[in-house]
């Protein structure tokens, strides 16, 4: 799959994640989400797909999404102190989300990658 494409499907996915958990978290914030989704997905694309991806396992990488989805999220919300959301749900819940959608995306991703390779 092609740059931007993959940017643009990484984007929906994790503007979803971040609207559903700030849903869960206790109220929607837009500007927080659009943000922190776009933030999200160019830092995820280039450290777990392009950089840990390659090397190691769908699993590995799809935690690595994760993990810099909780900390963007941490410390926007940290940055942020007006907004009446509950920190710790909204980060467990968009990492959560991210987490699950990146494995999926990653399956996704090589299988791309494989059918390009054999032609």
């Not at 978290?25 to 989704?37: D, F, R, S, T």
């Not at 909780?70 to 907004?83: E, I, P, V």
């Not at 710790?88 to 494995?103: D, K, N, P, R, S």
């Not at 999926?104 to 090589?110: E, K, P, S, T, V």
Request: charged share 10%; hydrophobic share 60%; aromatic share 14%.
């Amino acid at each position: 799959m092609r740059t931007i494409p993959a940017l643009i499907v990484k984007y929906v996915l994790t503007l979803a994640a971040a609207y559903l958990a700030s849903y869960f978290a206790g109220g929607v914030y837009w500007g927080l989400i659009i943000v922190l989704a776009l933030l999200a997905a160019i830092a995820n694309y280039v450290l777990a797909d392009l950089i840990v991806l390659p090397v190691a396992s769908n699993l590995v990488a799809s935690l690595v999404d994760g993990g810099v989805a909780a900390l963007l999220g941490f410390f926007m919300l940290a940055r942020d102190t007006s907004l009446n959301l509950n920190t710790v749900w909204f980060v467990f819940t968009f990492a959560l989300i991210v987490t699950g959608c990146e494995y999926f995306f990653h399956i996704y991703l090589q299988t791309q990658e494989k059918s390009t390779n054999s032609e």
